[in-house]
């Protein structure tokens, strides 16, 4: 890696959006792992910083609509068990 680049397995932050789940996580890990090596000058850890916060929040939506699915799908059981009886 050089200098003021991502690692090779990283996309660019427009990318983050489009993302699922996996490929967010996938990089995120990527990109905690870089930082936690301690060894980049500190305008490629702040970039690489904001990169983990895009895709933390991407992360965090994905698992956002997921718990809405599910108390969704719970609701409605609930409901029909209620109506059942």
Excluded: I
Aim: hydrophobic share 30%; glycine share 4%.
């Amino acid at each position: 890696m050089t200098e003021n680049t991502m690692p090779d397995n990283t996309t660019a932050p427009s990318d983050a959006q489009n993302m699922s789940y996996e490929q967010a996580r996938d990089e995120l890990v990527t990109v905690v792992r870089t930082l936690e090596g301690g060894n980049l000058p500190l305008e490629e850890s702040l970039r690489l910083w904001q990169r983990g916060e895009e895709l933390a929040d991407r992360c965090q939506a994905w698992l956002d609509g997921a718990r809405e699915t599910l108390n969704e799908a719970q609701a409605k059981r609930e409901n029909n068990t209620e109506s059942a009886e």
